[in-house]
C-alpha cells in the first residue's frame, strides 16, 4: 500500500511539474506577437501621424477623390515591412464603428448640431444566415431584422418642426412626431401580419407608441420610396409606411436609443447627449436607418450598415446667455475627454463656408485640419477636429469648441423647395386642406412625387382636387389614388407635379367630416385630430448648382451629365445612388449619396395638421349620471329608510337632582322617578273602562315604564292593552 501511494505522488508531481512548463512556454513573447500586439494597439504609424494635416487638406468630397491605382497600392504594399504573423493571425475585420458631430453656426444666431453614429457588419442576413455572436452591432436590432426578414427599416422620432426659411435644409429630413418605413425580404408571405408584430417590437424597445400603428394609419406607397441600400428589384408590395404625427418624444424614448451605442454614453461623442439639454431646444430629431451596403467597389458582398442620427437646434433666446456665442459646455453642459474607445474615426466638423476670412465669428481652440464635401449640392468647407489623435485635446486633456460671433451681418441661403399646410373653411362639416409648394430657382423648374396620407373620418372629395401654378391650371403627370375603408384603411394620394421656376403651386381638396362613434374619440376629443404630413419627394438635377441670397445667384458650374428627374421619381430603383462606403467620406454626405454632385435627392416635410370633428357634448352623460343617482338617492332611499328602520323612543337624560333622589329612592327600595312620557309618543286614545280613566297605549312603549304602570289586561308585543295610572 505505501508503494503504490508513493507512485501515484511521484505521478502527480510529474504531471504538476510538465503543467507548469508547459503555461511558462505559452507565455513567453514571440517577435511576431510583440509586433502584432504594436499594430493592434497604435494603428497609425509615426509617418501616417505626420501626414494625416496634408491629407485633410487635400478637400474630401463626397465623389471626387481620386483613387489610387492597383498597381502603386500593391507597390506601397510591398514596401512596408509586414510580420508573417500579422498577415497569417490577424482575422479580417468583421465590424467597424464611425461617429461624427456636425456643427452648422446659423444666421438667425441658432446652432445645429447633427450627431452621426454608423456601424458596418460584414454579414448579409437576406441570405438567411443565422448569427449569435455580436460584438459592436446591437444585438436587439439583429435578432428583429434576422425574426421578421427586414431589408430596410427606418424610423425617427422627432419633437419640433422643421423651420426650412429660418434655417435651410437639414441634412437629413425628418416629419414631426413617428415615421417608420420598412421594406421586407421577398420571402415574406404575409406582409401585414409581418409588420403588425415588428410594430409591436419596435415599440418595446424603442419605449414608443409605435403598438397604436395599425391598418387605419398604414399605406403601401406605389412611387414615393425607393430602397437607400443596394436592392436586387423594387416590388412595392413588401414596403410599408405609417405615422403617428401625435407622438410625443421624450427621455425614455432617447435613454434606448444611446443604448444602442457600442460605447453607450460613456464615451466618445455620446457623453453629450445629456437629456436636459437637448430637450430644451427647438428642435431635436432622433432616428435609426438600418440598410444592406456594399462591402467593396465591385459590390460582390454586402454588409448591413446601422446609422442612428440625432439632429438637434439650440435656440438662442431660449438659452438665456443673451449673446451669440457657442461652445460645447454651453450647449451640452459637458465637454469631450476621448473618442470611443472601438470607433475607428471620431471627428467634430464645423462649417466654416460662410467664415472664409473669420470675419462672421471666431472659432477656438484653432484647427488646421479643414476638410470638404458636397452636402445637397453645395459645396461645404469644414474645420475638423480628430478626436483619434491625442493632441486635439491639449495639455488640458479636454476639448471645449468655442464659437464667438463677430458680426450679426451675412445672407441666409434661401432653399429651393420648401412647403406649408394648412386647414381652411368654417363649420365642422366641409373643408379644405390647402398645400403651398415654393420653387424658389429663378429658371429651372423640378418635378416633384407628393405623398399624401389622409385618415378615413376625412372623407376626400377627389373630383374637387386641383393644383394651379401661377394661376394656371397644372396638371399632375401621374396620380395613384386608393380609396380609404371606414375603419380600416386611410386615403393615398401620390401625384407627380411639375413646379414652374419661381413659382408657388397650390394644391387643394375638400373633404367632409365623419361622426365618430362615442368609443373612438381620444380622452380630449375637443383638443382635434392630426392629420399626417404631406411628403414631398424631388430628385434635383442640374447642370449647374445655383444659391439664392437676397435675389443675386452665384452659379458654380460642373461637367457632369444629368439623369431625367421624372424617371428618378418614378423609378425609386434606377436613381443614381452610390452606396459604397470604401471610400473616406464624411457620414453627413452619404446617406443621400449621388454620383454626380450636380444630382442630389432631398425630402421635404409639412407641418401636421389639426382638425376638429364634431364632437358631442361628453359632459351630459356626467350630468345625467348625476341627477339619476341623486334622484334614487333622494327618493327612494328615503322611502326605504321609513320602511326598514325600527323607531325607539329614547329617555332624555335626567338632571342631577333627579339621579340623586333615585340613589335615595333606589336605597330606601322605593322604584326610581321615570322620565315624563309625551301624550304624542306614549298615549294612543282615552278611554273609560268599569268606571276608571284608562289609556291605551303601544307595548313597545309601556315596557320603557312598567314601573310606574298596572296592566289592566294581558298583552303581546306589538299590541295595545289598556293601563291603569298611578
Given at each position: 500500500?505505501a508503494?503504490s ?21 505559452s507565455e513567453?513573447?514571440?517577435p511576431?506577437?510583440?509586433?502584432h ?16 494635416p496634408?491629407?485633410e487638406?487635400?478637400?474630401?468630397a ?20 509586414v ?14 464603428f ?12 441658432d ?14 442576413f437576406?441570405?438567411g444566415?443565422k ?8 444585438k ?5 431584422i ?19 426659411m ?7 429630413p ?6 417608420l ?15 403588425k ?10 419605449c ?7 391598418s387605419?394609419?398604414?399605406v ?6 425607393k ?8 416590388d ?18 432617447l ?7 457600442p460605447?453607450?454614453s460613456?464615451?466618445?461623442?455620446a457623453?453629450l447627449l445629456?437629456?436636459?439639454k ?11 436607418h ?10 460582390k458582398?454586402?454588409?448591413l ?16 446667455q ?13 465637454t ?5 474607445p ?5 471627428k467634430?466638423?464645423?462649417d ?9 465669428f ?19 468647407t469644414f ?10 485635446f491639449?495639455?488640458?486633456r479636454s476639448?471645449n ?30 373643408g379644405?386642406?390647402h ?11 423640378f ?5 399624401d ?18 394661376g ?8 395613384h ?14 401625384m407627380?407635379v ?8 397650390e ?7 365623419a361622426?365618430?362613434k362615442?368609443?373612438e ?6 383638443h ?16 449647374s448648382?445655383?444659391?439664392v ?16 428627374s ?41 407641418e ?15 350630468n345625467?349620471?348625476c341627477?339619476t343617482?341623486t334622484?334614487?338617492?333622494?327618493g327612494?332611499?328615503s322611502l ?29 327600595g ?5 322620565a ?12 273609560t273602562?268599569k268606571?276608571?280613566?284608562v289609556?291605551?297605549?303601544n ?7 312598567a314601573?310606574?304602570?298596572n296592566?289592566a289586561?294581558?298583552?303581546?308585543a ?9
Open positions: 500500500m508503494a501511494r508513493c507512485s501515484r505522488c511521484a505521478w502527480l508531481f510529474l504531471v504538476f511539474i510538465y503543467s507548469l512548463y508547459v503555461v511558462v512556454i513567453e513573447p514571440t511576431g506577437n510583440e509586433q500586439a504594436s499594430v493592434a494597439d497604435n494603428p497609425q504609424t509615426p509617418a501616417e501621424t505626420v501626414k494625416q496634408t491629407e487638406r487635400r478637400w474630401e463626397t465623389q471626387v477623390d481620386e483613387t489610387v491605382p492597383d498597381d502603386a497600392a500593391a507597390a506601397n504594399k510591398q514596401d512596408l515591412p510580420p508573417d504573423s500579422v498577415l497569417t493571425s490577424t482575422p479580417p475585420l468583421k465590424d467597424e464611425q461617429e461624427e458631430l456636425v456643427i452648422r453656426p446659423l444666421h438667425s444666431g446652432i445645429y448640431a447633427s450627431f452621426q453614429f454608423r456601424t458596418v457588419w460584414e454579414t448579409d437576406t441570405r444566415r448569427v449569435s455572436h455580436y460584438r459592436l452591432f446591437p436587439s436590432l439583429g435578432q428583429v434576422s425574426k421578421f426578414s427586414v431589408r430596410e427599416l427606418h424610423i425617427s422620432f422627432t419633437q419640433g418642426y422643421w423651420r426650412t429660418q434655417w435651410g435644409q437639414p441634412y437629413l425628418s416629419p414631426p412626431g413617428a415615421e418605413w420598412v421594406w421586407f425580404q421577398d420571402t415574406v408571405t404575409d406582409v401585414d401580419a409581418t409588420w408584430e415588428l410594430t409591436n417590437v419596435l415599440s418595446g424597445i424603442f414608443a407608441s409605435l403598438n397604436f400603428i395599425d387605419t394609419n398604414t403601401q406607397p406605389s412611387a414615393s420610396f430602397p437607400l441600400g443596394i436592392a436586387n428589384g423594387t412595392h408590395r413588401f414596403l410599408r409606411y405609417a405615422t403617428l404625427p401625435r407622438e410625443i418624444v421624450c427621455t425614455e424614448n435613454t434606448p436609443w444611446k443604448k444602442l451605442l460605447c453607450g460613456k464615451a466618445g461623442l457623453v445629456k437629456s436636459e437637448l430637450f430644451h431646444s427647438s428642435f431635436h430629431s432622433q432616428a435609426v438600418i440598410r444592406p451596403v456594399c462591402q467593396d467597389g465591385p459590390c458582398t454586402a454588409s450598415e446601422l446609422r442612428q442620427t440625432l439632429n438637434v437646434v439650440f435656440d438662442l433666446h431660449a438659452s438665456g443673451g449673446k451669440r456665442e457657442w461652445s460645447l459646455f454651453k450647449m451640452f453642459s459637458r469631450l475627454t476621448e473618442a470611443c472601438l470607433a475607428s474615426s471620431s467634430i466638423y464645423i466654416v463656408t460662410d467664415n472664409p476670412q473669420e470675419d462672421q471666431e472659432l477656438s481652440p484653432a484647427t488646421h485640419l479643414l476638410s470638404q464635401a458636397v452636402v445637397l449640392g453645395d459645396r461645404r474645420s475638423v477636429y480628430d478626436l483619434t489623435q491625442q493632441v486635439t491639449g495639455t488640458v476639448l469648441v468655442l464659437i464667438r460671433w463677430k458680426s450679426t451681418e451675412g445672407d441666409m441661403l434661401r432653399p429651393l423647395l420648401h412647403a406649408e399646410r394648412y386647414v381652411a373653411g368654417y363649420g365642422l362639416q366641409t379644405e386642406i398645400t403651398l409648394i415654393y420653387n424658389n430657382h429663378p429658371f429651372r423648374s418635378p416633384v412625387l407628393l405623398l396620407s389622409v385618415p378615413w373620418y376625412l372623407r376626400l372629395y377627389v373630383h374637387t382636387l386641383t393644383v394651379t401654378s401661377k394656371k391650371d397644372n396638371k399632375p403627370s401621374y396620380i389614388y386608393q380609396p380609404s375603408k371606414d375603419r380600416m384603411r386611410p386615403h393615398l394620394l401620390e407627380l411639375q413646379l414652374p421656376p419661381h413659382s408657388v403651386t394644391v387643394t381638396v375638400q373633404f367632409e367630416r361622426l365618430l362615442w368609443t374619440y381620444t380622452p380630449d376629443p375637443n382635434g385630430f392630426y392629420v399626417g404630413y404631406e411628403h414631398i419627394a424631388c430628385h434635383i438635377c442640374h447642370k448648382v445655383l444659391q441670397r437676397n435675389e443675386r445667384i452665384f452659379q458654380m458650374c460642373f461637367s457632369f451629365n444629368c439623369r431625367s421624372v424617371v428618378s421619381a418614378l423609378v425609386p430603383s434606377t436613381v443614381a445612388m452610390n452606396t459604397n462606403i470604401t471610400k473616406e467620406q464624411p457620414l453627413f454626405s452619404t446617406f443621400f449619396p449621388a454620383k454626380e454632385e450636380s444630382s442630389y435627392f432631398i425630402r421635404v416635410y409639412t401636421p395638421l389639426l382638425v376638429n370633428l364634431p364632437t358631442p357634448d361628453f359632459s351630459m352623460p356626467y345625467v349620471i341627477l343617482c334622484v334614487v338617492a333622494v327612494y332611499g326605504y329608510n321609513l320602511l326598514t328602520r325600527s323607531f325607539q323612543v329614547e329617555e332624555p337624560n335626567p338632571g342631577l337632582a333627579k339621579r340623586i333622589a333615585n340613589v335615595i329612592r333606589k336605597m330606601r322605593v322604584p326610581p322617578l321615570v315624563k312620557v309625551f301624550q304624542s309618543q306614549l298615549i294612543q286614545s282615552v278611554q273602562h268606571g276608571r280613566l289609556c291605551v297605549v307595548f313597545a312603549t309601556v315596557t320603557k315604564i314601573p310606574a304602570v296592566y289586561a294581558p298583552m303581546d306589538g299590541t295595545s292593552a289598556y293601563l291603569q295610572l298611578r
